[in-house]
């Protein structure tokens, strides 16, 4: 029996990935399956605050597999300006959630989905209950920081990068008699730094739910040498603090603030204490861009297939998500709460320090 003809908008939102454009066809394959229509909201809620929106629709002759395996997004994206406190060109600040609202009830769409992190997510989820539309979360962070999820999409890619580094890092160190620094991406939790020293055979490794002393990391350095090694690898997730509990920053030009730069701060603490030739890189949107990961593939696809499904059950206010090897639906709202950090006593805590990687707290 067929479904009865929907209209379905998508949209991405947040900072970009690798896999996005993954989800948008797997969302187009299986709403055309049914006969329904999708159609996309370009850079993400922003494509409803112009007049006319920003649109686009999709079908399967613009979203093949050339299309899949690129980085990026077809829909473009913003992680700026939230609609419910949107900075005015003349400095002032303004609610507009209701011309959103508006503008996607002119669509005359019977569902929303939204690809986004916590972030974003959390504001599809206010602006759906404000305007009492349907909605649908796909998960997307390579920061992998939503709760009730074990992965997100971009994260696997993001950790690929990051590891890729570190075996590029790794021979020329060891040619220079150098301990190499290395700063990824992580605003909230560690989970890149953890997941690609480990992969990646890092020595010393930081992250902001561990709190460290660079005196030990230092000392484990020195005994590195000590044993003939001539080199060193750190990894440092950008939300690392400094001794002091502050976070390093920098500030950009419309006036934002992005986190960046303990990676130097760490890197000169260890040349003096080690007295140590050192180099700090920081990988910073590297590890968004290129292609996907075969896994990010995977469970994007996955992930935008079930969200079709979701919308046929009816069941709505619900973030697709990745447990015990197949795919779940949760509550948003819970998803959304607080982000999902490193646990400290989990897993690959307890195999980085079975290998003997410093992680800040112990020599």
């Not at 992250?207 to 590195?224: G, L, M, Q, S």
């Amino acid at each position: 029996m067929a479904s009865p003809a929907k209209r379905i908008a998508l949209m991405t939102s947040g900072g970009d990935c690798a896999g996005l454009n993954a989800v948008i066809r797997a969302v187009v394959l299986r709403a055309e399956a049914y006969q329904w229509e999708v159609l996309g909201i370009m850079d993400g809620a922003h494509g409803l605050l112009s007049q006319p929106p920003l649109t686009m629709p999709l079908h399967h002759e613009n979203v093949d597999t050339v299309m899949m395996r690129q980085g990026g997004t077809i829909l473009g994206t913003t992680n700026k300006g939230d609609p419910f406190a949107y900075p005015m060109p003349d400095g002032s600040i303004k609610d507009r959630s209701e011309e959103i609202i508006a503008t996607y009830r002119a669509l005359k769409c019977d569902a929303l989905i939204g690809i986004g992190g916590d972030g974003s997510l959390s504001i599809l989820h206010r602006l759906a209950k404000q305007g009492g539309f349907p909605f649908i979360g796909v998960p997307k962070t390579i920061d992998n920081d939503l709760c009730l999820t074990e992965t997100s999409i971009g994260f696997d890619t993001a950790v690929a990068v990051a590891t890729e580094a570190l075996d590029r890092l790794q021979p020329t160190a060891a040619s220079h008699d150098r301990i190499m620094v290395l700063e990824v991406m992580g605003r909230d939790a560690g989970h890149i730094a953890l997941a690609s020293g480990i992969a990646g055979g890092a020595d010393v490794i930081l992250i902001p739910e561990i709190p460290y002393d660079i005196k030990k990391v230092a000392d484990h350095i020195k005994n590195i040498r000590k044993r003939g090694r001539n080199f060193a690898l750190v990894v440092v997730s950008e939300a690392v603090r400094t001794h002091d509990g502050a976070t390093v920053t920098q500030s950009l030009y419309d006036e934002q603030k992005r986190l960046g730069g303990i990676g130097h701060v760490i890197g000169a603490q260890i040349a003096e204490l080690c007295q140590a030739e050192t180099r700090v890189t920081v990988l910073g949107h590297v590890q968004r861009g290129g292609q996907p990961s075969a896994q990010d593939r995977l469970m994007a696809s996955a992930f935008g297939v079930q969200a079709v499904e979701l919308i046929k059950q009816g069941k709505f206010d619900r973030m697709v998500a990745w447990s015990n090897r197949g795919v779940i639906d949760v509550p948003l709202s819970e998803a959304v709460k607080h982000p999902q950090k490193v646990e400290p006593q989990g897993t690959l805590v307890k195999t980085a320090r079975g290998l003997g990687i410093c992680l800040g707290d112990q020599t």
